[in-house]
């Protein structure tokens, strides 16, 4: 038996014999191999492992030397061109084989793999590193598979009849995730069957309380269905955990593409895993090129593990009417004859997978109506959603995704894009990317399209053009990918342009012509003479992010980016000449 790394909790080391005891090296070299048990299976290079952990080459060796002599050489293995450590070393594998494998014929015997994988965590997993930017989104996906676990358990438990234990499990359980729809109707289900039909409806109350708080939702569909059938003295649906079970992780047929220039967005992953382990749907808002799709897609591609079915993607650029909204995602999660609603939700029913609805902005009403039907079925399914305002369903989370941060990320995707295409960018160049940089905004579309450019024109040539007619300037045919919107900087702020009404285009034109921030009272005054009211006006356009809000202290002030004002005066301009 070969010795175990404990992931599921601090790092500790199990022996052989079963005793486990922590490590007790230098920080770096814990780091070190809990680094390469989030990697577990893969081979990580010697410079990653160094560029991660701040450590020279000759440092590291000397910590692999140090950690090899402790845990020895089954554990840390030397795999060219670095080191890995094996995933059947680790507990988290054991725990996600025991989760997501199952006789599904035999609850007993499911109920008995899940109690054993439960077992295994002995505290928040990772424990010690899970605020490490490189374990964090592990750390929460295997909080992830804990809580599905736990729920999984607790639909056991009421499939075999142990009602009072699954009550036990489920009380504390609900206090702690409050958020979670399926636990309170496990709840709601249990308590009725022991015979506490008064308790079940208070507590069904406490829910919908606290989501009126905290969201401004109601609580499911099925969950209210559920609390009507009590109060009638109707019998649920007798349980089976089958109606919930997650199937045998199979990844999804969609392939997720990963963008190679996502740089500098490891807090906005972080931050949007967290969230989503508090509701069913995000939807990820923000101005045109800002990098909504890519943050979507390198998410759903680290977390699709953490979802018995996969991450799928529903590529909604080219849908037109609730038809082709309703076949695309369909045809994303595997059905592709599909012609309602009820088809689809009834094909989600016992799927837990993560589904990502990208570019839905142009058909919000129709996404809005296929995503009332996923979030209403039996099944576990969870919605990111981009859109550049939010498609609003009840109990919808979003997340404004910013420009880049002022750190670097920007000037390395500009660097590492213009390398790509032959162009040495020395060190002495760097204030001048820095400059350019800056002057786009930090927008990740805008950096990549300025650097493509770096194939015709000098960088000091670049600079200046870009002072004069940045839209101009930022195109390429070239781009990847057939969603012509994004070919050029201007097609894609034209596509948020044309979805405003008469009034909200005058508006932001006028304010692409003030300089600066503004107050809401000066905001109002550009708006004063449109007839309808300037707060709703103002209001939409920060809603189709047009404009930024801002509110520290009493006062709230309104900025437009750079890039979004220089198509603004153009768009003026033209409207004077006309």
Request: glycine share 6%.
């Amino acid at each position: 038996m070969l010795p175990r790394l404990r992931l599921l909790g601090p790092v500790e080391i199990e022996s052989a014999l079963g005793q486990s005891e922590r490590l007790s090296h230098s920080a770096p070299q814990r780091r070190l191999l809990a680094l390469l048990a989030v990697h577990r299976g893969s081979v990580v290079s010697s410079q990653r492992l160094c560029d991660l952990l701040d450590l020279s080459p000759g440092a590291l060796r000397t910590a692999i030397s140090r950690l090899r002599a402790s845990v020895g050489g089954d554990v840390l293995v030397t795999a060219a061109p670095g080191y890995m450590v094996p995933a059947d070393v680790c507990d988290a594998t054991l725990a996600e084989r025991l989760i997501d494998t199952r006789d599904e014929d035999s609850p007993a015997g499911a109920l008995e793999h899940l109690c054993t994988a439960l077992a295994l965590w002995h505290g928040p997993s990772l424990a010690e590193f899970a605020d490490e930017s490189w374990a964090h989104l592990e750390a929460h996906r295997l909080d992830g598979l804990r809580i599905r676990g736990e729920i999984l358990r607790a639909e056991f438990l009421i499939e075999l009849g142990e009602v009072s234990r699954a009550i036990d499990y489920l009380e504390p359980f609900v206090e702690e995730h409050p958020l979670r729809d399926r636990p309170h109707r496990l709840l709601m289900e249990a308590l009725h069957r022991d015979g506490r039909s008064s308790e079940a409806l208070r507590s069904f109350h406490r829910y919908r309380a606290y989501l009126a708080e905290t969201t401004g939702a109601e609580p499911s569909i099925a969950a209210q269905l559920l609390e009507k059938a009590i109060v009638t003295g109707q019998a649920p649906e007798p349980h089976t955990a089958g109606r919930y079970r997650l199937l045998r992780r199979q990844v999804s047929t969609e392939t997720v593409a990963v963008s190679d220039w996502l740089i500098g967005r490891e807090a906005e992953l972080n931050e949007i895993g967290a969230l989503l382990a508090q509701t069913a749907m995000l939807t990820l808002t923000g101005v045109a090129g800002v990098g909504k799709t890519r943050l979507a897609y390198e998410f759903a591609n680290n977390a699709a593990a953490g979802f018995a079915n996969g991450a799928s993607v529903a590529e909604l650029a080219d849908a037109e009417d609730f038809a082709s909204v309703l076949t695309i995602v369909a045809s994303s999660l595997g059905q592709r004859c599909t012609s309602t609603l009820s088809e689809l939700a009834n094909h989600v029913a016992n799927r837990e997978c993560l589904l990502v609805l990208d570019n839905c902005e142009h058909v919000l009403n129709e996404v809005a109506d296929v995503c009332r039907a996923l979030l209403d079925s039996p099944g576990a399914i969870t919605l990111l959603a981009t859109s550049r305002e939010r498609v609003g369903v009840a109990g919808e989370w979003t997340y404004r995704v910013r420009p880049l941060r002022d750190d670097g990320s920007a000037e390395a995707i500009f660097t590492k894009r213009a390398r790509s295409l032959g162009i040495v960018i020395t060190p002495h160049d760097l204030p001048l990317v820095a400059n350019i940089c800056a002057g786009l905004d930090r927008l990740p579309l805008a950096i990549e399209l300025a650097a493509s450019m770096t194939r015709l024109l000098s960088l000091k040539e670049l600079a200046k053009r870009l002072d004069q007619r940045p839209l101009d300037v930022l195109q390429n045919s070239r781009r990847s990918g057939n969603v012509t919107r994004h070919r050029t900087l201007r097609s894609a702020i034209d596509s948020s342009y044309q979805a405003l009404d008469e009034e909200q285009q005058i508006l932001f034109q006028r304010i692409s012509a003030a300089r600066g921030e503004l107050t809401l009272a000066e905001a109002e005054l550009l708006a004063a003479d449109l007839p309808t009211s300037a707060i709703q006006l103002i209001g939409a356009l920060v809603d189709h992010s047009l404009l930024s809000a801002e509110t520290a202290g009493k006062h709230t002030t309104f900025t437009m980016l750079q890039t979004l004002r220089a198509y603004g005066l153009d768009r003026l301009a033209a409207t004077v000449a006309e």
